[in-house]
């Protein structure tokens, strides 16, 4: 095969992308869980530090449940909606939504 050739080129830009992008594939794939992961010690770390703690993204899940005593999500009016679980609550998206749906999150601390 002429390696000088327009259609070499082209063969082995296409292999090329074809082998990067399916690795790069595999691999956020591979990592989504771990990415996940990640978030939610995110959020508890930032959840804790609101009551003053700081922490490692390590630790923040054992001080999380050392501290944070109950999760509730409250309707507009201040009753608790049972349906709803408090920490999956995303405020981006419930500001978005009519009033009358929207929940907020309420995290409990006991020092």
């Known amino acids: 095969m002429n390696k000088d050739s327009n259609f070499y080129t082209f063969l082995f830009s296409l292999l090329m992308v074809l082998v990067v992008a399916s690795s790069l594939a595999l691999t956020s794939e591979s990592l989504k869980e771990k990415q996940n992961e990640n978030v939610v010690k995110e959020k508890m770390q930032n959840i ?5 703690i700081r922490a490692s993204r390590d630790e923040a899940q054992d001080l999380y449940k050392k501290y944070i005593k109950s999760e509730l999500s409250l309707l507009k009016d ?23 749906q929207q929940r907020y999150p309420l995290f409990v601390a006991e020092m």
């Open 78 to 100: 201040g009753s608790i909606d049972e349906n709803k679980n408090a920490f999956l609550i995303d405020l981006s998206t419930e500001i978005k939504k009519d009033v009358n």
């Open 48 to 52: 804790i530090s609101t009551i003053g």
